[in-house]
């Protein structure tokens, strides 16, 4: 079975460019989850949809980060404009609905660097 | 905020002995959740211990929860080189919330 896809892998672009980075969850999970790691934060949350809707975005650092699902099958998050404090690694998650006792299940990630 | 802080945060064993890793959490949780993260690839979920329950066995790993200290510990037995990777506790009530990890190096 395909697990959680994200694209690209790698990513770099220079400050001011817009960045957007794509995820297709698993067939059939009901949430999907962003999330950012750095070595000096960790892993942090940045968004989460149920059923295509956001739910929570508290962790979106600022209004230039943005997050979409338009469908089951796909999801975006765009930066517009970047800046060089955006590099880290970008994961997608996502996990079925019945109830929170259910692993997450993670993609490998965008490695976004901005010059 | 972090939910799960683990500790300690880098540990060197032999190949063979055992792998002691511990977190420690701040508020309720519903269950805590284990997860392995080899270089450059995603997390993936090792282990889950639902909030009611105090010890769980899964393979070689042995995960504990103590809910009156918020706290767990992870017990990888017998450890293989390709044991070697950072492990990370997640606290769950509705979303995950991550420590920064644990470094687990293997050696041969």
């Known amino acids: 079975d395909a697990g959680v896809i994200q694209s690209p892998r790698h990513e770099v672009t220079e400050m001011g460019q817009e960045v957007t980075l794509r995820c297709k969850p698993i067939s059939g999970h009901d949430y999907l989850f962003w999330y950012r790691q750095t070595m000096m934060r960790g892993l942090e949350l940045l968004i989460y949809f149920n059923n295509n809707v956001p739910i929570d975005d508290s962790g979106m650092p600022e209004d230039r980060f943005s997050a979409k699902m338009p469908n089951a099958s796909f999801s975006t998050l765009k930066i517009q404009p970047s800046e060089p404090r955006d590099s880290a690694v970008y994961f997608c998650?996502?996990?079925?609905?019945?109830?929170?006792?259910?692993?997450?299940?993670f993609g490998d990630g965008t490695r976004l660097s901005i010059l | 905020s972090q939910q799960g802080e683990e500790d300690p945060q880098a540990l060197s064993i032999q190949e063979g002995e055992n792998a002691t890793m511990n977190c420690s959490y701040k508020?309720?949780?519903?269950?805590l959740q284990w997860y392995r993260q080899n270089s450059g690839r995603g997390l993936v979920h090792l282990i889950l211990?639902?909030?009611?329950?105090r010890e769980k066995h899964s393979g070689r790993l042995r995960v504990t929860l103590d809910t009156s200290k918020k706290s767990s510990s992870l017990l990888i037995t017998a450890s293989r080189a390709a044991d070697t990777a950072s492990y990370f506790c997640?606290?769950?009530?509705?979303?995950?919330?991550f420590g920064k990890g644990i470094t687990l190096s293997v050696r041969p």
């Open positions: 508020t309720s949780i519903n269950n």
């Open positions: 997640a606290g769950a009530n509705s979303k995950l919330t």
């Open positions: 211990i639902r909030s009611n329950e």
């Open positions: 998650a996502s996990r079925p609905g019945q109830g929170d006792n259910q692993p997450q299940h």
